[in-house]
């Protein structure tokens, strides 16, 4: 399927269609405060009708381009947004752009809105790094008519689609679990309304049937060490457990310490296996076997996609699906009993 966008409408054609003049829509785009409120209101419906992307450099006024890349992510302090977004930003400057970011809270209105700044301030295209869930159909709206890549696999918002084999990810931390003798292999999933940890819920659960084992009961946490350890003291407290999966590498280590306070050693009483392979695992006690996911390399990836957008708006869309890969370390080893 085609790339579904065209260079968007000029100023000129959103003052005619509101009935004022360039300069009046000029005002309202940078939210001058000499503008009658019904006006301002009026220019905003036509620009959001129109699809009006307002160009904010000198140079745009000459190539039509801003040489500025929009990220929409959320506002978090996990690790692996933050190493995207890095990777985004070295992608961009090494094909002569800028990056300008805006983050938003993990809400239907605020990710639709964040969406709409981008859109209005003139970026050439827009790295979605956000899982989108119920507002996917509200910014395709939004994105329809600028280069779009997204790092989202669950949903489709037009453009291209780069990112990590998520069902790969928990079906190898799983298996090699299972390979090393554990009967069953209990999850830590991430917030049920993430679409990573969707994927890998089920992806655990299939992997598990297909071996013929049981499934126990999930629990969740919000990606941060504390929740990590807080479902570590409930699972350290049940003699049954012997090998935990932990949806991301930050939680595996709150996991690990709470193991740890109850008495529980890591491996040889429980396996933990994290995912992500962020900077701090090989140095965690024990060193942690967990799954990498190059997000730098994602970041740069969608970077190269959506210049190539820019470049030739003809261009069908096209999906790149990374594969993760497990590194074993010292967190994990054969059940002693």
């Known amino acids: 399927m085609a790339t579904k966008f065209t260079r968007g409408p000029s ?4 003052a005619e269609a509101a009935g004022v003049s360039a300069q009046t829509v000029s005002r309202v785009l940078s939210e001058h405060p000499n503008v009658q409120e019904s006006t301002r209101r009026r220019v905003l419906a036509v620009v959001e009708e129109l699809g009006y992307r307002r160009n904010n450099t000198a140079r745009a006024l000459v190539t039509g381009q801003s040489r500025t890349l929009g990220v929409l992510t959320l506002a978090t302090k996990n690790y692996s947004k933050s190493s995207l977004v890095l990777g985004i930003e070295l992608g961009a400057r090494e094909l002569g752009y800028t990056v300008n970011a805006v983050t938003s809270e993990f809400t239907v209105k605020a990710l639709t809105e964040a969406a709409s700044r ?8 827009i790295i979605i790094a956000a899982p989108l869930q119920d507002a996917a159909g509200r910014i395709r709206e939004l994105t329809s008519r600028i ?5 989202d696999g669950s949903v489709g918002i037009g453009g291209d689609l780069v990112g990590v084999n998520q069902d790969m990810a928990a079906v190898l931390a799983t298996q090699h679990l299972l390979d090393l003798g554990h009967q069953t292999v209990w999850h830590i999933a991430g917030p049920a309304d993430w679409s990573d940890s969707a994927i890998r819920l089920e992806s655990w659960k299939r992997t598990l ?15 941060t060490p504390e929740s990590g350890y807080r479902n570590g003291l409930i699972l350290g407290g049940m003699p049954e457990v012997t090998a935990i999966l932990v949806a991301s590498d930050e939680m595996a280590f709150g996991v690990i310490r709470a193991l740890t306070e109850l008495g529980r050693r890591v491996p040889e009483d429980i396996s933990v296996v994290g995912i992500d392979d962020i900077d701090l695992a090989p140095y965690s006690t024990p060193p942690l ?19 190539a957008q820019i470049a030739n708006p003809e261009l069908e869309s096209t999906t790149e699906i990374l594969a993760p890969t497990l590194v074993v370390r010292a967190s994990t080893a054969p059940p002693t009993h």
């Open 11 to 14: 100023m000129r054609t959103v």
């Open 118 to 125: 981008l859109v209005h301030q003139g970026v050439d295209g």
């Open 209 to 223: 049937l297909e071996n013929g084992r049981e499934v126990p009961p999930e629990l969740h946490g919000d990606w």
């Open 289 to 307: 076997t967990t799954i990498r996911q190059s997000f730098e390399d994602t970041g740069r990836r969608a970077v190269t996609h959506l210049v």
């Open 147 to 151: 280069p779009t890549v997204s790092t």
